[in-house]
């Protein structure tokens, strides 16, 4: 009896074994490289990506048949193989280091934004250098945009020569701005703040008035995100520093004599320290500052008990807009960042570049990737055969009425699908951009009222009134952007002691903000960090700076 | 077995209170969660959400549930459970028959023994786990997700020492003495016996192949392959925003807790289904045990 | 007969109802002590040596798989005493010798990180075994099966958080902002306590939070354990007059033994394992005094440099110390406890 049951238990679980192997998908690769390449004139070219939860796709689709993909194959010839996927860029650098060391061969061409993957990939020469290939492919066009942009390229170029195309940023896409709840300021009759003592004033009244009303003193001045550095990209502390002097925490920016310099131990660095120290004293700060990520910080303001926060104009969609659905009658309107009374003002300013196409030695078509580049680039520049009156139809824009209409609700409405922005299956991830061309656009815009000129234009003309505006101010204060002029790969030093020294800078500044020690431990914490490696890091830093520049 | 002295009746009434307190404590933690992901995102992202959900939407649930590639995934996670499960669960119980007899019974055992405890203590770590399974073709494959990690030597010494306290010898010694060799002894009395610790070593394991992530990651290249664990890291990540484009339009999604929440709370969900299932074979153990007698 | 101190089962014949179990029912008595067989030992050794081979055979298809999947990739740790670059392969990469535990030990702050997690991971061990066993007992005395069950699941349930998420929740619950456990110990009018960013209170928190989310694990391991006693044995301590409390200390206990020892023995492997994914969750600059431990150390120097030498380096160091002190626990537990655990 017990027998016959371990038996079929045993039939069972063979079964299963067996019908695994059907459920399973094999990768594609083998069947496509036989008739991909056949077909007359199309070129295979294989790659990697990561795939996060905002790249949706129509049923049936999928990353390696989509509208996209069927685009390239019919009018640019070209089939592309997505050999694999990863939902996050930790794990997609795992992955490459992985194949790597299974001794499988690079995609044709991959996105590698973590610099000491890029300086291993070049060193391990089975990475193409493309400056003859830009030269000879790149369409004119392209050109004048890599030739705007030349420190774009800083992260892949090794000896002067240059390994990548770089996927440009925003360029001021991510540097923030004040958000300020509009119904306290009105409640206490006050003016937006202009200087950092005009705002110190406002986070008097917000965290000791009671602005919400409750009748509990539970409200605060500014949220500030501090676990991984008080300049950062969300609930921005930099601007404070930026009061101070010309230099930022983490940031390596040019002092008079043109070297790269550490901010995080600059004078200016103790003075906006010392202030925040005064801040949290005076309970214009959360008292968990020092334990708050981004995402932890705006919890604070989406709920209502802080008045301030500095965020770029994207935060008009979210957290803003939470705050906004959240509590009745709050109002958050943008407005420039303060600076100090005699004019000293600074922010954090986004770097060009979020990564690095690289190319494996081995792929052959870089005048079709070129070709590629170009088309999609059309579409960004509003000059495009190919993207004449949107991406594609169906998924970015509907036809009604012979006119194209790119109102998602309308989308939805007649596709009776989920919009989809189709520029997400492009190789890099998203519609390409052009560093400033946004806010640029978003300044005309809210300056003019005008209509859109092409479909790139027109995705932003429906934007609420608060993001052109906020668009705008960050681009009118462009003049006081501070960048992070350092893109290379950790260098020798950095690899021994960098752990090191961040974590005393974390230690020390989380202490001081806190009150644990005195402002002038800060003195102590440069020497400290000067010493223990950080005069070497400096140098090896400058060193590089000058090899990317051809110095 | 009951007790009927005063003091015995006021410690129950204390046990029954503490264990009443300790599970209300260790059930906050999942209320709330499942409170956050009925809840709209705004108040999740406000962290208003404590234990009742606050404008009560099934969107989290849509968003996960709703993705065609849940179901296939949950399919291959149920597969890979039973077969992991199965696979690990007869190589283990195996071995530790055989490593439950003394020293002198089976020469060659403390080598053995040792050679599985050392596996417990070193790996190789990612790096040559991954070639090898690349090697052995296994990427793509429910094997790959099976087979590096059916030896556990952890749970191979709580079955071997749960034979030696649980199995009295002296069935053992009748059965031999009856003509039985090792394989029927294993079966017949071994097995039956040890029901209670084979079902919480199985639990174990079943616990680890539905947890298990990272694995479904590396060694499937094709997304379709995932088991529902490394689905669902997909459909909410840890982004890292520093490095991302970003614009209004992605943002729109990022409000993510309640997703997040979602995404446990099924997560949860099969093993609270299994657990009180498995519960039956800890009390049976003892009855059959007693029967044998 | 003296009561006074529970001893070991073990111990060949000390606890008392043992004693009076094995004049009683000589084949139970003896199965509670595998190792120590008595007379017919020889006799039967000689039957079973003939059967060796099954006993070979049955441990085989383990010892295959552990070779190729376990032993095979141990070939890879040569990779710490390389700078090993990944399309360079482990037969090519550079040779280091010792330097990867070299930069181990010339870190500054290494004595505090290794501290921190030895005080950690002993006070996790000391609890996760103590406090496990505490609730098993307990729960072996609720007769209620329905709420035993219930009971049971429900401490089972936090295991399957992961600390990210628990994280989360234990900084709104901590919160000297007005968090749940501020607002109770303000009712006994005590200031609010800043659990995760004061040093004092980092620990008692990693440690207590710990316990919440892992004690249902031990717990069952300890349940399956109570099951196994003999009942017998209480019945033999029943006729002694023997009061429940008795029971659960000179049987109960004595018989959970050796489960208990192997426990106990196997999380000294865990010795300079203080738990990453929770502190990683939980830690921040204020605590990184008390709080930081090897793993998130290692882990930052793995974001600056990106390569898998050093981390392989610093994990063989934590085995080759955690493979000294079980192989210590396996000793300690022969001699004192008379008990070979594996």
């Given at each position: 009896?017990?027998?016959?049951?371990?038996?079929?238990?045993?039939?069972?679980?063979?079964?299963?074994?067996?019908?695994?192997?059907?459920?399973?998908?094999?990768?594609?690769?083998?069947?496509?490289?036989?008739?991909?390449?056949?077909?007359?004139?199309?070129?295979?070219?294989?790659?990697?990506?990561?795939?996060?939860?905002?790249?949706?796709?129509?049923?049936?689709?999928?990353?390696?048949?989509?509208?996209?993909?069927?685009?390239?194959?019919?009018?640019?010839?070209?089939?592309?193989?997505?050999?694999?996927?990863v939902?996050s860029d930790e794990q997609y650098n795992t992955k490459i280091r992985l194949s790597m060391s299974a001794?499988?061969?690079?995609?044709?061409?991959?996105?590698?934004?973590d610099g000491q993957l890029i300086a291993d990939l070049?060193e391990s020469?089975?990475?193409?250098?493309?400056?003859?290939?830009?030269?000879?492919?790149?369409?004119?066009?392209?050109?004048?945009?890599?030739?705007?942009?030349?420190?774009?390229?800083?992260?892949?170029?090794?000896?002067?020569?240059?390994?990548?195309?770089?996927?440009?940023?925003?360029?001021?896409?991510?540097?923030?701005?004040?958000?300020?709840?509009?119904?306290?300021?009105?409640?206490?009759?006050?003016?937006?703040?202009?200087?950092?003592?005009?705002?110190?004033?406002?986070?008097?009244?917000?965290?000791?008035?009671?602005?919400?009303?409750?009748?509990?003193?539970?409200?605060?001045?500014?949220?500030?995100?501090?676990k991984n550095g008080?300049?950062?990209?969300?609930?921005?502390?930099?601007?404070?520093?930026?009061?101070?002097?010309?230099?930022?925490?983490?940031?390596?920016?040019?002092?008079?004599?043109?070297?790269?310099?550490?901010?995080?131990?600059?004078?200016?660095?103790?003075?906006?320290?010392?202030?925040?120290?005064?801040?949290?004293?005076?309970?214009?700060?959360?008292?968990?500052?020092?334990?708050?990520?981004?995402?932890?910080?705006?919890?604070?303001?989406?709920?209502?008990?802080?008045?301030?926060?500095?965020?770029?104009?994207?935060?008009?969609?979210?957290?803003?807009?939470?705050?906004?659905?959240?509590?009745?009658?709050?109002?958050?309107?943008?407005?420039?960042?303060?600076?100090?009374?005699?004019?000293?003002?600074?922010?954090?300013?986004?770097?060009?570049?979020?990564?690095?196409?690289?190319?494996?030695?081995?792929?052959?078509?870089?005048?079709?990737?070129?070709?590629?580049?170009?088309?999609?680039?059309?579409?960004?520049?509003?000059?495009?055969?190919?993207?004449?009156?949107?991406?594609?139809?169906?998924?970015?824009?509907?036809?009604?009425?012979?006119?194209?209409?790119?109102?998602?609700?309308?989308?939805?409405?007649?596709?009776?699908?989920?919009?989809?922005?189709?520029?997400?299956?492009?190789?890099?991830?998203?519609?390409?951009?052009?560093?400033?061309?946004?806010?640029?656009?978003?300044?005309?815009?809210?300056?003019?009222?005008?209509?859109?000129?092409?479909?790139?234009?027109?995705?932003?003309?429906?934007?609420?009134?608060?993001?052109?505006?906020?668009?705008?101010?960050?681009?009118?204060?462009?003049?006081?952007?501070?960048?992070?002029?350092?893109?290379?790969p950790p260098t020798k030093t950095m690899q021994e002691r960098g752990e090191l020294l961040e974590k005393m800078e974390q230690e020390?500044?989380?202490?001081?903000?806190?009150?644990?020690?005195?402002?002038?431990?800060?003195?102590?914490?440069?020497?400290k960090w000067?010493?223990s490696g950080g005069?070497k890091i400096?140098?090896e830093?400058?060193?590089?700076?000058?090899?990317?520049?051809?110095? | 077995?009951?007790?009927?002295?005063?003091?015995?009746?006021?410690?129950?009434?204390?046990?029954?209170?503490?264990?009443?307190?300790?599970?209300?404590?260790?059930?906050?933690?999942?209320?709330?969660?499942?409170?956050?992901?009925?809840?709209?995102?705004?108040?999740?992202?406000?962290?208003?959400?404590?234990?009742?959900?606050?404008?009560?939407?099934?969107?989290?649930?849509?968003?996960?549930?709703?993705?065609?590639?849940?179901?296939?995934?949950?399919?291959?996670?149920?597969?890979?459970?039973?077969?992991?499960?199965?696979?690990?669960?007869?190589?283990?119980?195996?071995?530790?028959?055989?490593?439950?007899?003394?020293?002198?019974?089976?020469?060659?055992?403390?080598?053995?023994?040792w050679f599985f405890v050392f596996t417990m203590l070193f790996n190789g770590g990612l790096v040559p786990t991954y070639i090898i399974v690349t090697?052995?073709?296994?990427?793509?494959?429910?094997?790959?997700?099976?087979?590096p990690t059916?030896i556990n030597a952890f749970?191979?010494i709580?079955?071997?020492?749960?034979?030696?306290?649980?199995?009295?010898?002296?069935?053992?010694?009748?059965?031999?003495?009856?003509?039985?060799?090792?394989?029927?002894?294993?079966?017949?009395?071994?097995?039956?016996?040890?029901?209670?610790?084979?079902?919480?070593?199985?639990?174990?394991?079943?616990?680890f192949?539905?947890n298990s992530w990272f694995d479904?990651l590396i060694y499937?290249?094709?997304?379709?392959?995932?088991?529902?664990?490394?689905?669902?890291?997909?459909?909410?990540?840890q982004?890292d925003?520093?490095?991302?484009?970003?614009?209004?339009?992605?943002?729109?999604?990022?409000?993510?807790?309640?997703?997040?929440?979602?995404?446990?709370?099924?997560?949860?969900?099969?093993?609270?289904?299994?657990?009180?299932?498995?519960?039956?074979?800890?009390?049976?153990?003892?009855?059959?045990?007693?029967?044998?007698? | 007969?003296?009561?006074?101190?529970?001893?070991?089962?073990?111990?060949?014949?000390?606890?008392?109802?043992?004693?009076?179990?094995?004049?009683?029912?000589?084949?139970?008595?003896?199965?509670?002590?595998?190792?120590?067989?008595?007379?017919?030992?020889?006799?039967?050794?000689?039957?079973?040596?003939?059967?060796?081979?099954?006993?070979?055979?049955?441990?085989?298809?383990?010892?295959?798989?552990a070779?190729?999947f376990q032993y095979a990739p141990m070939g890879g740790l040569v990779m710490a005493f390389q700078d090993y670059k990944p399309w360079l392969g482990f037969f090519n990469s550079p040779w280091v010798g010792l330097d990867h535990f070299r930069t181990m030990f010339a870190y500054d702050d290494a004595r505090q990180v290794i501290w921190n997690t030895l005080v950690i991971s002993v006070l996790k061990i000391i609890?996760q075994?103590?406090?496990?066993?505490?609730?098993?007992?307990?729960?072996?005395?609720?007769?209620?099966?329905?709420?035993?069950?219930?009971?049971?699941?429900?401490?089972?349930?936090?295991?399957?958080?992961s600390w990210v998420?628990?994280g989360?929740?234990?900084?709104?619950?901590?919160?000297?902002?007005?968090?749940?456990?501020?607002?109770?110990?303000?009712?006994?009018?005590?200031?609010?306590?800043?659990?995760?960013?004061?040093n004092?209170?980092f620990r008692?928190t990693v440690i207590?939070s710990d316990?919440?989310k892992e004690?249902?694990?031990?717990?069952?391991?300890?349940?399956?354990?109570?099951?196994?006693?003999?009942?017998?044995?209480?019945?033999?301590?029943?006729?002694?007059?023997?009061?429940?409390?008795?029971?659960?200390?000179?049987?109960?206990?004595?018989?959970?033994?050796?489960?208990?020892?192997?426990?106990a023995t196997l999380s000294l492997g865990n010795i300079l394992n203080a738990g990453f994914d929770q502190i990683f969750n939980l830690y921040n600059p204020l605590v990184y005094e008390t709080g930081d431990i090897i793993d998130t150390y290692v882990y930052r120097v793995g974001l600056i440099n990106g390569d898998f030498s050093y981390g392989t380096a610093v994990g063989l160091f934590k085995s080759l110390i955690s493979f000294v002190l079980v192989v210590l626990g396996y000793?300690?537990?022969?001699?004192?406890?008379?008990?070979?655990?594996?």
């Amino acid at each position: 009896m017990r027998k016959n049951y371990l038996f079929l238990l045993m039939i069972a679980i063979l079964s299963l074994g067996m019908m695994t192997g059907c459920m399973m998908e094999k990768p594609s690769d083998a069947e496509s490289q036989d008739d991909g390449e056949s077909k007359d004139g199309v070129v295979e070219i294989t790659t990697v990506r990561t795939m996060k939860d905002d790249t949706k796709f129509k049923k049936g689709e999928d990353v390696n048949n989509n509208v996209v993909t069927r685009w390239a194959e019919e009018d640019l010839g070209i089939n592309f193989n997505t050999l694999w996927t990863v939902p996050s860029d930790e794990q997609y650098n795992t992955k490459i280091r992985l194949s790597m060391s299974a001794g499988k061969d690079l995609p044709d061409v991959f996105l590698v934004s973590d610099g000491q993957l890029i300086a291993d990939l070049i060193e391990s020469g089975k990475v193409m250098q493309v400056d003859e290939a830009i030269e000879k492919h790149a369409s004119p066009r392209l050109k004048k945009i890599f030739k705007k942009f030349p420190e774009a390229f800083y992260q892949a170029t090794v000896d002067g020569k240059r390994y990548g195309i770089p996927r440009f940023s925003g360029g001021n896409g991510s540097d923030s701005l004040l958000w300020i709840r509009q119904d306290w300021l009105d409640k206490f009759n006050l003016e937006a703040p202009k200087t950092i003592k005009e705002l110190e004033h406002v986070m008097e009244v917000f965290s000791t008035q009671d602005p919400d009303g409750n009748g509990k003193d539970d409200t605060m001045g500014i949220t500030l995100a501090s676990k991984n550095g008080l300049a950062t990209w969300l609930a921005d502390g930099s601007f404070i520093f930026g009061a101070e002097g010309d230099y930022l925490p983490k940031l390596w920016s040019e002092n008079e004599k043109g070297e790269l310099v550490y901010g995080s131990i600059q004078p200016n660095a103790k003075d906006a320290l010392a202030r925040l120290n005064e801040w949290y004293e005076k309970g214009y700060l959360d008292k968990e500052i020092g334990i708050l990520d981004e995402q932890a910080a705006i919890e604070d303001f989406v709920a209502g008990k802080s008045g301030i926060i500095a965020a770029p104009p994207w935060a008009d969609g979210w957290p803003i807009n939470d705050a906004e659905k959240n509590i009745e009658g709050a109002n958050v309107q943008p407005y420039p960042l303060p600076g100090s009374e005699d004019g000293q003002i600074g922010r954090k300013g986004e770097g060009l570049t979020t990564g690095q196409f690289l190319f494996s030695k081995d792929f052959e078509h870089m005048d079709k990737f070129f070709e590629y580049w170009d088309a999609i680039y059309g579409y960004t520049l509003g000059d495009s055969k190919y993207f004449e009156k949107g991406m594609f139809e169906g998924y970015d824009y509907v036809m009604q009425d012979g006119k194209p209409v790119y109102d998602q609700e309308t989308i939805e409405k007649v596709t009776g699908e989920p919009y989809i922005n189709p520029g997400k299956y492009f190789l890099p991830t998203d519609v390409p951009t052009i560093p400033y061309m946004l806010y640029d656009l978003l300044e005309d815009l809210h300056a003019t009222g005008r209509d859109a000129k092409n479909p790139y234009e027109a995705r932003f003309v429906g934007g609420t009134e608060e993001y052109l505006e906020a668009g705008a101010i960050v681009n009118q204060q462009n003049e006081i952007r501070i960048e992070n002029k350092w893109t290379g790969p950790p260098t020798k030093t950095m690899q021994e002691r960098g752990e090191l020294l961040e974590k005393m800078e974390q230690e020390y500044y989380a202490d001081i903000i806190y009150g644990n020690l005195p402002v002038d431990a800060f003195d102590e914490f440069v020497e400290k960090w000067k010493s223990s490696g950080g005069d070497k890091i400096t140098e090896e830093v400058n060193a590089w700076y000058d090899s990317v520049q051809g110095k | 077995m009951r007790h009927n002295t005063k003091a015995y009746k006021i410690f129950t009434i204390f046990n029954y209170t503490f264990l009443l307190l300790a599970a209300v404590l260790c059930l906050l933690p999942l209320v709330h969660i499942l409170a956050v992901s009925l809840s709209g995102s705004a108040a999740a992202a406000a962290n208003a959400v404590t234990f009742f959900p606050v404008d009560f939407t099934l969107d989290a649930y849509e968003k996960t549930v709703g993705n065609e590639n849940f179901i296939r995934s949950l399919m291959i996670s149920v597969v890979r459970v039973i077969l992991g499960t199965a696979v690990s669960m007869s190589l283990l119980l195996c071995a530790a028959y055989s490593l439950s007899k003394s020293d002198s019974e089976f020469k060659g055992r403390k080598i053995y023994t040792w050679f599985f405890v050392f596996t417990m203590l070193f790996n190789g770590g990612l790096v040559p786990t991954y070639i090898i399974v690349t090697q052995l073709n296994l990427t793509d494959t429910m094997w790959a997700l099976v087979l590096p990690t059916a030896i556990n030597a952890f749970n191979l010494i709580l079955l071997l020492n749960f034979f030696r306290t649980s199995v009295p010898k002296s069935l053992e010694e009748a059965a031999f003495i009856d003509g039985a060799n090792h394989f029927q002894i294993f079966l017949r009395i071994y097995l039956p016996i040890s029901v209670p610790a084979i079902a919480t070593i199985s639990l174990f394991t079943m616990v680890f192949h539905w947890n298990s992530w990272f694995d479904g990651l590396i060694y499937m290249t094709d997304a379709r392959n995932y088991p529902l664990s490394t689905f669902l890291q997909t459909v909410i990540v840890q982004q890292d925003f520093s490095k991302m484009a970003l614009n209004a339009e992605i943002l729109r999604n990022l409000s993510q807790r309640t997703v997040q929440a979602a995404q446990i709370f099924i997560a949860a969900v099969p093993m609270l289904i299994v657990y009180p299932f498995i519960q039956r074979y800890f009390v049976k153990g003892i009855v059959l045990g007693a029967e044998k007698e | 007969m003296g009561l006074e101190k529970p001893l070991p089962q073990g111990d060949e014949d000390k606890s008392p109802y043992l004693v009076e179990k094995a004049d009683k029912n000589p084949n139970k008595a003896v199965s509670q002590k595998p190792d120590k067989q008595p007379k017919p030992k020889k006799k039967r050794q000689k039957w079973n040596m003939k059967r060796n081979w099954q006993l070979h055979a049955l441990v085989f298809p383990a010892v295959v798989v552990a070779l190729i999947f376990q032993y095979a990739p141990m070939g890879g740790l040569v990779m710490a005493f390389q700078d090993y670059k990944p399309w360079l392969g482990f037969f090519n990469s550079p040779w280091v010798g010792l330097d990867h535990f070299r930069t181990m030990f010339a870190y500054d702050d290494a004595r505090q990180v290794i501290w921190n997690t030895l005080v950690i991971s002993v006070l996790k061990i000391i609890f996760q075994v103590l406090v496990p066993l505490v609730f098993a007992l307990l729960l072996n005395e609720v007769y209620k099966m329905t709420f035993k069950r219930t009971v049971q699941t429900i401490i089972y349930l936090p295991h399957f958080l992961s600390w990210v998420i628990l994280g989360g929740i234990l900084m709104d619950m901590l919160s000297p902002d007005g968090g749940l456990v501020n607002q109770v110990i303000g009712l006994i009018g005590i200031d609010p306590i800043f659990f995760l960013g004061d040093n004092t209170w980092f620990r008692p928190t990693v440690i207590i939070s710990d316990i919440w989310k892992e004690t249902g694990f031990n717990t069952i391991v300890f349940l399956a354990a109570v099951t196994a006693v003999n009942p017998t044995l209480y019945e033999a301590a029943i006729m002694d007059g023997a009061n429940r409390w008795k029971q659960t200390l000179f049987v109960t206990i004595p018989s959970m033994l050796p489960i208990i020892i192997v426990v106990a023995t196997l999380s000294l492997g865990n010795i300079l394992n203080a738990g990453f994914d929770q502190i990683f969750n939980l830690y921040n600059p204020l605590v990184y005094e008390t709080g930081d431990i090897i793993d998130t150390y290692v882990y930052r120097v793995g974001l600056i440099n990106g390569d898998f030498s050093y981390g392989t380096a610093v994990g063989l160091f934590k085995s080759l110390i955690s493979f000294v002190l079980v192989v210590l626990g396996y000793r300690l537990a022969y001699k004192y406890a008379d008990y070979r655990i594996f």
